[in-house]
T-cell receptor
Framework: QKEVEQNSGPLSVPEGAIASLNCTYS??????FFWYRQYSGKSPELIMS????GDKEDGRFTAQLNKASQYVSLLIRDSQPSDSATYLC??????????????FGTGTRLQVTL | NAGVTQTPKFRILKIGQSMTLQCTQDMNHNYMYWYRQDPGMGLKLIYYSVGAGITDKGEVPNGYNVSRSTTEDFPLRLELAAPSQTSVYFC???????????FGSGTRLTVV
């Protein structure tokens, strides 16, 4: 079982709609989760971090964490063509100690259509 | 503020050659990491460092070596390049546990 799992997509949403990206994780002790956006041929860019159960909002982005269900999601409101990218979910497993090593999912490709 | 700088951006190596991928950060981060990214496979950790003089293996260390003589620099050495090392390599840094990473722009390596 992969430690962090994502549907590879592509997820296609029309411009202006809400995009919902999901991620599950296997390590129940994981404490920190991150969403990265990666444009084709570019490096990952941190867009959201979440540490406790519930929602965290930043502009058009909302991250949701449900530790009981071991589930993390990213909502993008008013999706724009510029949001078209691959979104990587990452978690910090409990066994990582002080090294802060992140485990990444394989990413979900989002396509925002006009 | 340059962040994390990687050089070179592209490189073609012949089988059996060696090279060093350079990574430097100007954010005074103690934690630095090397990942490789293959299509459909996600990011895999090669080596990491929690401070100058301290390094440790990640998930896929075979064929690679690192050193960390200063806080700023974390070079990755490839010895005896093999086609399986064709990949995109990312260096990243973090200020402390629990924080996300800042990634460099990557090095696209092809071994032929």
């Amino acid at each position: 079982q992969k430690e962090v799992e994502q549907n590879s997509g592509p997820l296609s949403v029309p411009e202006g709609a809400i995009a919902s990206l999901n991620c599950t994780y296997s390590d129940r002790g994981s404490q920190s989760f991150f969403w990265y956006r990666q444009y084709s041929g570019k490096s990952p860019e941190l867009i959201m971090s979440i540490y406790s159960n519930g929602d965290k909002e930043d502009g058009r982005f909302t991250a949701q964490l449900n530790k009981a269900s071991q589930y993390v999601s990213l909502l993008i409101r008013d999706s724009q063509p510029s949001d078209s990218a691959t979104y990587l979910c990452a978690g910090r497993p409990s066994a990582t100690g002080t090294a802060s090593k992140l485990t990444f999912g394989t990413g979900t490709r989002l396509q925002v259509t006009l | 503020n340059a962040g994390v700088t990687q050089t070179p951006k592209f490189r073609i190596l012949k089988i059996g050659q060696s090279m060093t991928l350079q990574c430097t950060q100007d954010m005074n981060h103690n934690y630095m990491y090397w990942y490789r990214q293959d299509p459909g496979m996600g990011l895999k950790l090669i080596y990491y460092s929690v401070g100058a003089g301290i390094t440790d293996k990640g998930e896929v260390p075979n064929g690679y070596n690192v050193s960390r003589s200063t806080t700023e620099d974390f070079p990755l050495r490839l010895e005896l390049a093999a086609p399986s090392q064709t990949s995109v390599y990312f260096c990243a840094s973090s200020p402390s546990p629990g924080y996300g990473y800042t990634f460099g722009s990557g090095t696209r390596l092809t071994v032929v």
